[in-house]
């Protein structure tokens, strides 16, 4: 279900998490329905912010890129979720082809696509890798710092079937967020491929998934009988923005205003005390680009030279015109008094671990994801063992449940988002 895990947060449950802890049983009969009524995402990570007062996702990635930051010992959780995932696309298991991104020399990106190798093979399958870069002739070898190498081969098609010279796969497995678009090579093919392409980040946009978390949110909320608000971030967008020509400044400063107002209402409501903010930042694409932390109106309007430049391209070098703001959610973890979220992975519908993504030089209100970084891998809560007389059956309850049921949520809005996606507009996805 849930591992029981380590997490950052000391002192007594907060109310949120004692109310999951409650709604157990109630909340993995919903979960179980939920995956009768809708395919689930091959893998994904989920970015998470926890304030205490409120838990809610801020990114959902559908192709995860940090298998490698998982602490060790989870690989038996992974191989047996791996292995759930291969049989419903491939029960003969023929073959998977796993196709990375194009970071040939970004080392801890390749250890993660070393990583799902290991995964997929002690699942059983006989998995190589196909590479999209065109100088990748022949096979490849690429040594990695830990001592193990990958092999990239050049991929062939052969009418409606991708593979390799030698290997004809029954399911093409994307580690290739496709942020440059779809190459013809991975279109129109018979075989399967996951995640499809309809949510690369060329056509995704993170305003549509939280859209779908919304519609999730309020449905969970209401079984639980809580505020959606605690578990689901406000956002608004603006699209045709121009940094570089400030285009659309006036309409992003409009947006900031309404999210920071009803940010307002809540903390009054719940007496918080702290500063609302709010998340401004790229509606596609990944790596910490294009985001930037605002906590008044006015700030929009007043971008200097350097920050239009930081904002206006994200990934492939892409110009960025369609821009979320989002409900900034404080983050009250602790790593070695570095400010840190927790990051859950997921294949299939079984959350096989998390690590915490650290920042020694970031606030409690800005994004973690940037340049500084480093992962802290979460570890098996040791519980209290009897016969300890001190030891009661419910002293280690475990506090990393709700981080995976609220990462759960954010798979079932990308459930719903890839629906709607592969679905023709005539066809609307399925209700939650």
């Given at each position: 279900m849930?591992?029981?895990l380590?997490?950052?947060?000391?002192?007594?449950l907060?109310?949120?998490?004692r109310r999951?802890?409650?709604?157990?049983?109630?909340i993995?009969h919903?979960?179980?329905?939920?995956w009768l009524?809708?395919?689930?995402?091959?893998?994904?990570?989920?970015?998470l912010?926890?304030?205490?007062?409120?838990?809610?996702p801020v990114?959902?990635n559908?192709f995860?890129g940090?298998f490698n930051?998982?602490?060790?010992d989870?690989?038996?959780?992974c191989v047996q979720?791996?292995?759930?995932a291969?049989?419903?696309?491939?029960?003969?298991?023929?073959?998977?082809?796993?196709?990375p991104?194009?970071?040939?020399?970004?080392?801890?990106?390749?250890?993660?696509?070393?990583?799902?190798?290991?995964?997929?093979k002690?699942a059983?399958m006989?998995?190589?890798i196909g590479s999209?870069?065109p100088?990748?002739?022949?096979a490849?070898?690429?040594?990695l710092?830990?001592?193990?190498?990958?092999t990239l081969?050049?991929?062939?098609?052969?009418?409606?079937r991708l593979?390799l010279?030698d290997?004809?796969?029954?399911v093409v497995?994307l580690?290739?967020d496709?942020s440059?678009?779809?190459?013809d090579?991975?279109?129109?093919?018979?075989q399967s491929?996951?995640?499809p392409?309809?949510v690369?980040?060329?056509?995704r946009?993170?305003s549509?998934?939280?859209?779908y978390?919304?519609r999730?949110?309020n449905e969970f909320a209401?079984?639980?009988?809580?505020d959606p608000?605690?578990i689901?971030?406000y956002?608004?967008?603006?699209?045709?923005v121009?940094?570089q020509e400030r285009?659309?400044?006036?309409c992003?400063a409009?947006?900031?205003?309404?999210?920071?107002?009803?940010m307002r209402?809540k903390?009054?409501?719940?007496?918080?005390?702290?500063d609302p903010?709010?998340i401004?930042k790229?509606d596609?694409?990944?790596?910490?680009?294009?985001?930037m932390?605002?906590?008044?109106?006015?700030?929009i309007i007043g971008?200097?030279r350097?920050?239009?430049?930081?904002m206006a391209v994200v990934?492939e070098?892409?110009?960025?015109?369609?821009?979320?703001v989002?409900?900034?959610?404080?983050?009250?973890e602790?790593?070695?008094?570095?400010?840190a979220?927790?990051?859950i992975?997921?294949?299939?519908h079984y959350v096989?671990g998390?690590?915490?993504?650290?920042h020694?030089?970031?606030?409690?209100?800005?994004?973690?994801n940037a340049?500084?970084?480093?992962?802290m891998p979460?570890?098996f809560?040791t519980?209290c063992?009897l016969p300890?007389?001190?030891c009661?059956p419910d002293d280690?309850?475990?506090?990393?449940?709700?981080?995976?049921v609220v990462?759960?949520?954010?798979?079932l809005?990308?459930a719903?988002e890839i629906e709607?996606a592969?679905?023709?507009?005539?066809?609307?996805?399925?209700?939650?």
């Amino acid at each position: 279900m849930v591992p029981h895990l380590t997490t950052a947060m000391t002192g007594p449950l907060h109310d949120l998490e004692r109310r999951f802890l409650t709604a157990m049983p109630t909340i993995e009969h919903w979960l179980r329905t939920k995956w009768l009524e809708h395919a689930v995402p091959f893998y994904a990570s989920v970015d998470l912010r926890n304030s205490g007062f409120k838990l809610a996702p801020v990114d959902t990635n559908l192709f995860p890129g940090g298998f490698n930051n998982l602490n060790p010992d989870f690989l038996p959780l992974c191989v047996q979720a791996m292995q759930s995932a291969v049989e419903k696309i491939c029960p003969e298991a023929r073959g998977v082809l796993l196709i990375p991104e194009n970071h040939t020399r970004n080392m801890f990106y390749l250890q993660n696509v070393a990583q799902i190798v290991m995964i997929l093979k002690q699942a059983g399958m006989r998995v190589r890798i196909g590479s999209l870069l065109p100088e990748i002739t022949s096979a490849t070898q690429i040594q990695l710092p830990n001592g193990s190498s990958l092999t990239l081969e050049p991929l062939v098609r052969r009418a409606n079937r991708l593979g390799l010279a030698d290997f004809d796969p029954c399911v093409v497995l994307l580690n290739n967020d496709l942020s440059a678009g779809a190459p013809d090579i991975l279109k129109n093919l018979e075989q399967s491929v996951f995640p499809p392409l309809s949510v690369g980040w060329y056509t995704r946009r993170k305003s549509q998934h939280f859209t779908y978390y919304d519609r999730v949110a309020n449905e969970f909320a209401e079984l639980l009988g809580i505020d959606p608000w605690l578990i689901n971030p406000y956002f608004a967008t603006c699209d045709q923005v121009n940094f570089q020509e400030r285009v659309g400044e006036e309409c992003l400063a409009a947006q900031v205003d309404v999210v920071l107002q009803k940010m307002r209402a809540k903390y009054a409501e719940y007496g918080v005390k702290n500063d609302p903010f709010v998340i401004v930042k790229a509606d596609a694409g990944t790596y910490g680009m294009g985001i930037m932390t605002v906590k008044d109106p006015s700030e929009i309007i007043g971008l200097n030279r350097k920050q239009r430049n930081k904002m206006a391209v994200v990934k492939e070098g892409l110009q960025v015109h369609d821009v979320l703001v989002q409900e900034g959610v404080y983050t009250f973890e602790q790593i070695n008094e570095a400010v840190a979220e927790p990051v859950i992975y997921m294949i299939d519908h079984y959350v096989v671990g998390g690590f915490y993504r650290v920042h020694t030089t970031r606030g409690v209100d800005e994004n973690l994801n940037a340049p500084g970084m480093h992962f802290m891998p979460l570890a098996f809560e040791t519980h209290c063992t009897l016969p300890n007389p001190d030891c009661a059956p419910d002293d280690t309850p475990n506090r990393f449940y709700a981080y995976g049921v609220v990462a759960r949520l954010a798979l079932l809005a990308a459930a719903l988002e890839i629906e709607a996606a592969e679905n023709p507009p005539e066809t609307p996805p399925k209700n939650p």
